[in-house]
């Protein structure tokens, strides 16, 4: 009997260990969702759910007309976005490195590694060497 109750205590603890990570991930999930900041640092990774495919899909569905926001582009939002800010820190620091910049902003690099060459596309900044820089004014 005695080992029954602890075989059962020892499970209802493992339990409540895997539960408990459960609601940590549930709770970063939730203020991401509601725009709550969270802690430094990301929580642990949850296992990434499983994608459902083309299957089970009836052909009502397959005809169905796209919404009219899934169609239309997406426009860049006011002053915040990372784009801007990193902007404004490479007019503000001419020659100033992606590392530099993602430290000024707070967020990871390979980040701004997909948003510098957009700004150089806008004829916002250019690049030299491993520096950034604003764009000449054209004459």
């Known amino acids: 009997m005695a080992d029954f109750v602890d075989s059962t205590v020892k499970d209802i603890d493992n339990r409540l260990k895997d539960l408990e990570a459960e609601v940590s991930k549930l709770k970063a999930a939730r203020a991401a969702l509601v725009g709550e900041q969270r802690s430094p640092g990301r929580p642990a990774a949850a296992p990434a759910p499983a994608r459902r495919g083309r299957r089970g899909r009836g052909p009502a569905r397959a005809r ?3 919404a009219a926001a899934a169609t239309a582009p997406r426009r860049r939002s006011g002053g915040g976005t ?8 490479v007019r503000s620091r001419p020659g100033i490195t992606i590392p530099d910049i993602a430290k000024e902003l707070g967020i990871e690099p390979n980040y701004l590694y997909r948003v510098m060459p ?4 806008d004829g916002q900044v250019s690049r030299e060497g491993q520096g950034w820089h604003p764009a000449k004014a054209a004459a």
């Open 118 to 121: 957009k700004l150089v596309d």
């Open 64 to 66: 169905r007309a796209p």
């Open 82 to 89: 990372r784009a801007n800010q990193a902007l404004e820190l």
